[in-house]
């Protein structure tokens, strides 16, 4: 079994910043890639970052420039790094981690999802 174990979040004024992680513990063999997902109240979920084994990155284009997710390989973990958070970022952020369980077997791993809320 592969487990996803994020951190929390909370509640952040305008134009502040705010730090997520997540870690992927279990059987792996290998991480072929980690993301973050959100998704608002009333709009469906929809990628925010992922970055690849070999540290290839994407961005949805509402946060370029304002996020950075990052990954430390030897914790299995990834990072989001949030800055000039605006409201419409408020939204469940989910933690996705594509996982190599076997040299045949892939599978995803969705974390239980963590409230940001940006508001003054």
């Known amino acids: 079994q592969v487990q996803v174990e994020e951190s929390e979040g909370g509640l952040v004024q305008p134009g502040g910043s705010l730090r997520l992680s997540c870690a992927a513990s279990g059987s792996i063999l290998s991480i072929i890639a980690m993301g973050w997902y959100r998704q608002a109240p009333g709009k469906e979920r929809e990628l925010v970052a992922r970055i690849t084994d070999g540290g290839s990155t994407n961005y949805t284009d509402s946060v370029k420039g304002r996020f950075t997710i990052s990954r430390d390989s030897a914790k299995n973990t990834v990072y989001l790094q949030m800055d000039s958070l605006k409201p419409e970022d408020t939204a469940v952020y989910y933690c996705?981690?594509?996982?190599?369980?076997?040299?045949?077997?892939?599978?995803?791993?969705w974390g239980q999802g963590t409230l940001v809320t940006v508001s003054s």
């Open positions: 996705n981690v594509g996982v190599l369980i076997n040299i045949v077997r892939y599978i995803e791993v």
